[in-house]
């Protein structure tokens, strides 16, 4: 894809080593808990910077995999976490979004829309099904987000025909053991932004977090199917890209 201008921000897919150089080092500012944050899979990805045009600074990034079809999910990142035999029989392409951040001094909503844009443009270039990926919580404890997951069992865990089942040693079945309804305002509060985006997307999660101690987070996978995508929130989705 070509580069993209949205607002004052520029997308564009990393061509060299030299380029990732920012992505690495965001990334691990964010998920390398005081390391460096790369793996196998980078070599895989294609990896997305959006950079501030005044500044010229990186602003935020993301890695992407397409896959052709459900018969490559193990493939994907996710795969090494959750047992994704469910999606084998999903004929669409797929595309996997990950180590998503965004500079923790940026506040403009702009970033996060401009990341948007170049998504729909790539599922619509791409005719992608299925956007899905891990959902990070910082941090590997589920009790500062309770409430957020007894949302997520509330409202959103995945259907049965896609759900994920358990194949990570370290899991929490917050499913099963959150018994409570949520505090919807605490919960929306408890959620991460690039989650709470998925959601209103019609997204759905596993029902089960995984505990990822390498990268000192808890995580959901998630999945978004295009089709199901409200029309109100394909408006504005498409208007982003426009």
Known sequence: MK???????????????????????????????????????????NHVLIRDMCTDELVCTFRFLHLNSGRDIHK??????????????????????GRFCIDPVTTDPNVLRAAWAF????????????LFG??????????PYQEAFALLKLRYLAPKKWQPAVKAAHTVNYANEIQRKPDL???TQELPSLLRTYLTMGGWVSDHAVVDSDLNTLHVF?????????????????????
């Open 185 to 187: 305002r605490r919960a």
């Open 76 to 97: 994907s990142y996710s795969a090494q976490f959750y047992d994704l035999e469910n999606l084998r029989g999903y004929s669409k392409p797929l595309m996997e979004i």
């Open 3 to 45: 580069p993209m201008l949205q607002n004052q921000y520029n997308v564009s897919l990393a061509d060299d080593l030299a380029s990732l150089a920012g992505a690495f080092e965001l990334r691990a500012a964010q998920f390398g808990n005081g390391a460096g944050d790369r793996d196998d899979f980078d070599a895989l990805c």
């Open 119 to 130: 998504i729909t443009q790539y599922v619509d270039d791409s005719g992608v099904g299925l």
């Open 134 to 143: 891990c959902s990070s919580f910082q941090g590997t404890e589920i009790a």
């Open 222 to 242: 998630t999945g978004v199917e295009i089709d199901t995508i409200p029309e109100s929130r394909e408006r504005l989705l498409r208007a982003s890209v426009a």
